[in-house]
Structures are given as structure tokens and as C-alpha cells.
């Protein structure tokens, strides 16, 4: 038996399959960076070099982290003169997650009795 389904319901569904397989999700699977994450909420705006002295890994392999998670918004990152000061940007991770909700709202709204049987 074949199922018809609404091109908005694909398109919805294709949206769904965007934002799970983004590079925010990515960013959030790698343990370091949840380590990292950690350490931000619990210690504040802190540098690099701090960090470091914290964790087991080089400092080289926290600055790659630190740069991914900056680059899909998950980190604001300040310059002070040599060092980089990295805090966690509240507004924008939670925003993701509203709208990634949302998007699970509508589709479940929308493809409901295709995908929820």
C-alpha cells in the first residue's frame, strides 16, 4: 500500500531531517564539547588558556571545539588583547531549541497520523 502525502508534508518532513542532521546537533554529540559546555556554565566567561588547564586535552584541540561551537552559535567569543574569552550565547542556543520544537509541533500537526500510528 502506497502513502500519499501532501508536498507540505514533505516539505516539513525534509525541514525535520535539516535541522536534526545540522551541525548544531553535530557540534552538541562530540563529549568534549559537552565537557566544554560544562565547564562554561559552571565557571562563566573564561579564556582558552584556563580551559585548558581544566581538561585533559591540548590546548589545540579545545580551540578547534571552542571554534565549531562558535561558528553555529552555541559560544559568543570577546578578544581582549591576546586572549579569546569565550561565554555560552543563552539567547541563541535557546532559540534554537524553540524553534526545533516548533518544528517538531508542526509536524507532528501536519503528518500526524502518517508519522505518530
Known amino acids: 500500500m502506497k502513502i500519499i502525502y501532501t508536498k507540505?508534508?514533505?516539505q516539513i518532513a525534509n525541514q525535520m531531517v535539516d535541522v536534526l542532521d545540522s551541525k548544531f546537533?553535530?557540534?552538541l554529540?562530540?563529549?568534549?564539547?559537552v565537557e566544554i559546555l560544562r565547564y562554561l556554565l559552571l565557571h562563566g566567561r573564561t579564556d582558552i588558556g584556563?580551559?585548558?588547564?581544566?581538561?585533559?586535552q591540548d590546548r589545540s584541540v579545545i580551540s578547534r571545539h571552542l571554534n565549531l561551537m562558535h561558528?553555529?552559535?552555541?559560544?559568543?567569543?570577546?578578544?581582549?588583547?591576546r586572549h579569546m574569552y569565550y561565554t555560552i550565547n543563552a539567547?541563541?542556543?535557546?532559540?534554537r531549541f524553540t524553534n526545533?520544537?516548533?518544528?517538531?509541533?508542526k509536524c507532528i500537526k501536519e503528518c500526524g497520523p502518517l508519522c505518530c500510528k
Not at 29 to 33: L, Q, T
Not at 91 to 95: A, I, P, Q, T
Not at 100 to 105: A, E, K
Open 50 to 56: 584556563t580551559i585548558a588547564q581544566d581538561l585533559p
Open 25 to 27: 546537533f553535530k557540534s
Open 100 to 105: 526545533i520544537t516548533d518544528l517538531v509541533g
Open 8 to 10: 507540505k508534508q514533505a
Open 71 to 81: 561558528e553555529v552559535g552555541i559560544l559568543n567569543c570577546e578578544k581582549e588583547s
Open 29 to 33: 554529540s562530540e563529549p568534549v564539547r
Open 91 to 95: 539567547s541563541k542556543f535557546l532559540d
